[in-house]
């Protein structure tokens, strides 16, 4: 069983940072690729981001140049670095990774206020 865990978020100003971090356990973190997925109110949720061991990261066009996901494999742990934030970045942000089941954090809630 793999356990994911979000924290990080917060109310921010737009143009602000913030940094989410998620904690993983229950599998080898290395070989996992690792996602950040956003869900608005009323909306669908949407990938912003994906890392794979030894491939170029995936953003969605909207946070491109903005966003960074990272992975610190020693503390089991991706990152989302978010940079000039929008209000329309305003969701609540999960973690997702997937080894034959998917597995999601409980979210963690990101609001930019205009």
């Known amino acids: 069983q793999v356990l994911l865990v979000e924290s990080g978020g917060g109310l921010v100003q737009a143009g602000g940072s913030l940094r989410l971090s998620c904690a993983a356990s229950g599998s080898i973190f290395s070989r996992y690729t690792m996602d950040w997925y956003r869900q608005a109110p009323g909306k669908q949720r949407e990938l912003v981001a994906t890392?794979?061991?030894?491939?170029?990261?995936y953003y969605t066009d909207s946070v491109k140049g903005r966003f960074t996901i990272s992975r610190d494999n020693a503390k089991s742990t991706v990152y989302l670095e978010m940079n000039s934030l929008k209000p329309e970045d305003t969701a609540a942000y999960y973690c997702h990774t997937y080894n034959g089941v998917h597995y999601w954090g409980q979210g963690t809630q990101v609001t930019v206020s205009s």
């Open positions: 890392f794979t061991s030894g491939g170029s990261p």
